[in-house]
């Protein structure tokens, strides 16, 4: 790992290698977002900001709409993707077993900067990743946590998150051991997590037709969304689950990802779950750059 990489870790001597996957990278979730509604209203989609949803329509049975704070919208699907609150949303319709989740992730600037091409990378055991930011400094994520009142819970990072990144995270990197902390971060609204950490992305068979459900993501929504939009799209549509992607064909502006997969069970009510985890792309300049995990022995 140091030959292949020069100049970017630091002591590794716990460890017996490390596992490097081509082609991975990440993006701007901002441009991203963004890049999918001038697609979509590109493709004829109304979008409809700061209408708040009170209420989904259903008569004998069926969806017809959604009720807004503005009015009425009438619609034969309407597809949840609303994290942790579908559970509460939908409590009259259906039971969603998701509960709120929360990470934290701490910036430090090096004593001195690391080279362009070092890599992302996770260490499994500790359950974190870091990544170079645009500046330069080195942003270090994890320490997923459940939350039981996400939105009474102080948005600050765990103490033990932060001592684990300083004592045993940031010695791995050349030059970080010896940085500051520039900044610490939480997801402010709270993720959402499922019992058994896979999405759920359904349409329940309790449910009133034309319902979909997208929930249980645990925080990697963007990096899962190529095949959360085709699954999604062959519940509304009935059509078969495309099984093999390519994020260019979604969007156009991303360039050859890993190709992943999905996994249909069931009949009506069906669940689509991705059975591979979607590394995300940069979309201003589709750039790519490697992944490494670090193993002990």
């Given amino acids: 790992m140091e030959r292949r990489y020069p100049d970017s870790f630091g002591d590794l001597s716990a460890y017996?290698?490390?596992?490097?996957?081509?082609?991975?990278?990440?993006l701007d979730a901002l441009d991203y977002t963004m890049t999918l509604k001038w697609a979509a209203e590109r493709a004829g989609a109304e979008i409809f900001r700061d209408h708040e949803v009170l209420d989904i329509r259903v008569e004998d049975?069926?969806?017809?709409?959604?009720?807004t704070e503005y009015g009425l919208i009438d619609a034969d699907h309407v597809v949840y993707a609303t994290?942790?609150?579908?559970?509460?949303?939908?409590?009259?319709?259906v039971d969603v077993p998701v509960?709120?989740?929360r990470w934290n992730a701490v910036v430090i600037e090096p004593n001195d900067p690391l080279p362009a091409d070092?890599?992302?990378?996770?260490?499994?055991?500790m359950q974190i990743y870091w990544r170079l930011t645009a500046h330069g400094n080195v942003l270090v994520g994890g320490n997923e946590h459940l939350l039981t009142d996400p939105e009474g819970t102080p948005m600050d990072v765990q103490t033990s998150f932060r001592e684990r990144v300083i004592e045993d995270v940031a010695p791995l990197l050349d030059g970080v051991a010896g940085g500051r902390i520039r900044r610490e971060d939480c997801c402010?609204?709270?993720?959402?997590?499922?019992?058994?950490?896979?999405?759920?992305?359904?349409?329940?068979?309790?449910?009133?037709?034309?319902?979909?459900?997208?929930?249980?993501?645990?925080?990697?929504?963007?990096?899962?969304?190529?095949?959360?939009?085709?699954?999604?799209?062959?519940?509304?549509?009935g059509e078969e689950p495309r099984s093999r992607w390519r994020s260019s064909d979604s969007i156009g502006l991303m360039t050859d990802p890993p190709i992943s997969s999905i996994?249909?069970?069931?009949?009506?009510?069906?669940?689509?779950?991705p059975v591979v985890s979607i590394p995300s792309f940069r979309v201003r300049i589709g750039a790519t750059q490697g992944t490494v995990e670090i193993v002990d022995d």
């Fill in 16 to 26: 017996g290698g490390g596992l490097v996957y081509d082609g991975t990278g990440y």
């Fill in 188 to 237: 402010p609204t709270a993720d959402c997590a499922s019992p058994d950490g896979l999405p759920i992305i359904d349409t329940p068979e309790e449910g009133p037709d034309g319902l979909a459900i997208v929930t249980g993501l645990h925080g990697r929504g963007i990096m899962l969304s190529p095949v959360t939009g085709h699954a999604v799209r062959s519940l509304v549509t």
């Fill in 61 to 67: 049975g069926m969806v017809t709409g959604v009720e």
């Fill in 99 to 101: 509960r709120p989740l």
């Fill in 118 to 125: 070092c890599p992302m990378g996770s260490e499994p055991t």
């Fill in 83 to 93: 994290g942790w609150k579908t559970r509460d949303l939908l409590a009259d319709y």
């Fill in 263 to 273: 996994e249909v069970t069931g009949g009506r009510g069906r669940q689509l779950r």
